[in-house]
T-cell receptor, first 114, second 111 residues
């Protein structure tokens, strides 16, 4: 089976531009998580969904960040407008209760905002 | 809010050496997961420990859960360059749906 798929793998953009990150979770997984990882702050949970419904978005840093999950096989994380401090690696992960809270991570998107 | 502190933050060793990394919590875990993240990839689950005092082995890796379930350790015997990566502990008990990750230990094993 394919794992979690993220695109793009790398994104370089200029400050002020809109950035959209994409994620396809593992088929059959009920939960989808978006994380941000930096050297300074480690791995931070931004938002997660259960059955396509946002459950907890308390980790979203500010209104410039938004996430959607229009169906069970696709989610987006959007940053508008982007700022240099948004530079990080963004991970998507999915899980299902029968796996005992194990989360399966995608390869990440490395975002650089100039 | 539960805090998971990992130590050491960085560790650089030669191939063949032994090492131990630690994960400590400000409160009691119901269970604890250890993940390894290799460079350029996402974290991958290594093991879940559930019972206080539990010891699990995965080849050269030995995981121990503290008796009071507030700490855990990961011991690697005869480290190899392939063990290089970021080791993260994670608590699934804060909320049954999400994980709280520790600060991580970044391990570099030189040949």
């Amino acid at each position: 089976d394919a794992g979690v798929i993220q695109s793009p793998r790398h994104e370089v953009t200029e400050m002020g531009q809109e950035v959209t990150l994409r994620c396809k979770p593992i088929s059959g997984h009920d939960y989808l998580f978006w994380y941000r990882q930096t050297m300074m702050r480690g791995l931070e949970l931004l938002i997660y969904f259960n059955n396509n419904v946002p459950i907890d978005d308390s980790g979203m840093p500010e209104d410039r960040f938004s996430a959607k999950m229009p169906n069970a096989s696709f989610s987006t994380l959007k940053i508008q407008p982007s700022e240099p401090r948004d530079s990080a690696v963004y991970f998507c992960a999915s899980s299902r209760p029968s796996d005992g809270n194990e989360q399966f991570f995608g390869p990440g998107t490395r975002l650089t905002v100039l | 809010t539960q805090l998971l502190e990992q130590s050491p933050q960085f560790l650089s060793i030669q191939e063949g050496e032994n090492l131990t990394v630690y994960c400590n919590s400000s409160s009691v875990f119901s269970s604890l997961q250890w993940y390894r993240q290799e460079p350029g990839e996402g974290p991958v689950l290594l093991v879940t420990v559930v019972t206080g005092g539990e010891v699990k082995k995965l080849k050269r890796l030995t995981f121990q859960f503290g008796d009071a379930r507030k700490d855990s350790s990961l011991h690697i015997t005869a480290a190899q360059p392939g063990d290089t990566g970021l080791y993260l502990c994670a608590d699934p008990s804060y909320n049954t749906d999400k994980l709280i990750f520790g600060t991580g230990t970044r391990l570099q094993v030189f040949p």
